[in-house]
């Protein structure tokens, strides 16, 4: 195992913002449970896909009771969409069908393309202790929706963290922040995912493309979004979504307590979406074909070698 701890790194540039975004809408996730019964909260859920395209789900889980995640997810069918597991404690093993195994632990992230198919598995390699992290469904374009799926073990020390310039660190996942590129770029939906912890009293700024969506998911502490009259606080476990309203030219977000977050934007795509189940496609007939491909068994199977 790599014992490399990851690296903070200095901004290198200023995120100036003249207008904030302000909330348009606090959620409070849906209690539920998935896979081989994973107790998760699902925070972005299906109702909300139109308002946050590209994204069409978000989940999290935290837990210390072993009972609520040794079941992990067995095999199961995705195509269509990307999917990023973001882990802040626990160890998870992922196996897929395009013959991919990796090992997401502490801090590290996994993206995976669906694209036409895989079947993966996704299950604790811990027998007890904490278990804590996030699940993000990012649609592909429909050009895109059967290229070939990939996928990519981002351990923790390939994430870079920023020493935030008015206090605290964000944690680049993907797009950049005070002029450090994260760990993955994605084109046409240019996700934007930060995971940024600040200490009481701290502000932190992000500029935002006017045209994509936002969204802000508190995990710890407590923090307010958008200055002056607009300001709204969200608390802990509670998502915010941003406006779209085209008249802010990003985000500016005050910690009230010791707070962590993450913020999440993207380029929404405007097409039509078909969902059923694991399967996010763009019409309903497609949406036959992948149940047909999968039950004849065109979804590439899991090779043997990388049965455990
Ligand atoms: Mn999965």
């Given at each position: 195992?790599?014992?490399?701890?990851?690296t903070?790194?200095?901004?290198?540039?200023?995120?100036?913002?003249?207008?904030?975004?302000?909330?348009?809408?606090?959620?409070?996730?849906?209690?539920?449970?998935?896979?081989?019964?994973?107790?998760?909260?699902?925070?972005?859920?299906?109702?909300?896909?139109?308002?946050?395209?590209?994204f069409?789900?978000?989940?999290?889980?935290?837990?210390d009771?072993?009972?609520?995640?040794?079941?992990?997810?067995?095999?199961?069918?995705?195509?269509?969409?990307?999917t990023?597991?973001?882990?802040?404690?626990?160890?998870?093993?992922?196996?897929?069908?395009?013959?991919?195994e990796?090992?997401?632990?502490?801090?590290?992230?996994?993206?995976?393309?669906?694209?036409?198919?895989?079947v993966?598995?996704?299950?604790?390699?811990?027998?007890?202790?904490?278990?804590?992290?996030?699940?993000?469904?990012?649609?592909?374009?429909a050009?895109?929706?059967?290229t070939?799926?990939?996928?990519?073990?981002?351990?923790?020390?390939?994430?870079?963290?920023?020493a935030?310039?008015?206090?605290?660190?964000a944690?680049?996942?993907?797009?950049?922040?005070?002029g450090?590129?994260?760990?993955?770029?994605?084109?046409?939906?240019?996700?934007?995912?930060?995971?940024?912890?600040?200490?009481?009293?701290?502000?932190?700024?992000q500029?935002?493309?006017?045209?994509?969506?936002?969204?802000v998911?508190?995990?710890?502490?407590?923090i307010?979004?958008?200055?002056?009259e607009?300001?709204a606080?969200?608390e802990?476990?509670?998502m915010?979504?941003?406006d779209?309203t085209?008249?802010?030219?990003?985000?500016?977000?005050?910690?009230?307590?010791d707070?962590?977050?993450?913020?999440?934007?993207?380029?929404?795509?405007?097409?039509?979406?078909?969902?059923y189940?694991?399967?996010?496609?763009?019409?309903q007939?497609?949406?036959?074909?992948?149940?047909?491909?999968?039950?004849?068994?065109?979804?590439?199977?899991i090779?043997?070698?990388?049965?455990?």
């Open positions: 195992m790599d014992t490399r701890t990851p903070t790194v200095t901004a290198t540039a200023i995120e100036t913002v003249s207008r904030s975004r302000t909330v348009d809408r606090v959620v409070r996730g849906v209690a539920t449970s998935d896979g081989a019964g994973v107790k998760l909260t699902r925070v972005l859920t299906q109702n909300l896909q139109r308002r946050l395209d590209p069409l789900m978000l989940d999290a889980f935290g837990t009771n072993r009972d609520d995640y040794i079941g992990g997810f067995p095999d199961h069918p995705h195509r269509g969409f990307e990023i597991t973001y882990m802040l404690a626990g160890r998870m093993r992922h196996r897929d069908s395009a013959g991919h990796g090992l997401l632990e502490n801090g590290g992230a996994q993206w995976m393309v669906a694209g036409s198919g895989v993966h598995s996704e299950l604790p390699e811990q027998e007890d202790g904490r278990m804590e992290g996030f699940q993000l469904w990012l649609n592909l374009p050009a895109d929706k059967m070939t799926p990939w996928y990519r073990d981002v351990p923790a020390r390939d994430i870079p963290i920023v935030l310039p008015d206090g605290g660190t944690r680049v996942i993907a797009g950049a922040t005070h450090i590129a994260g760990a993955v770029t994605r084109p046409v939906t240019e996700p934007l995912y930060l995971d940024v912890h600040l200490p009481a009293g701290a502000r932190f700024a500029t935002l493309p006017a045209g994509h969506n936002a969204f998911y508190v995990y710890r502490g407590e307010a979004i958008g200055e002056g607009g300001r606080v969200v802990a476990q509670r915010g979504v941003l779209n085209g008249l802010g030219d990003g985000v500016v977000i005050t910690a009230s307590a707070a962590r977050f993450l913020l999440i934007a993207g380029a929404p795509l405007n097409e039509p979406i078909a969902q189940g694991p399967f996010v496609m763009n019409t007939d497609q949406i036959y074909q992948t149940l047909a491909d999968y039950r004849d068994g065109r979804f590439a199977k090779p043997a070698e990388n049965h455990g």
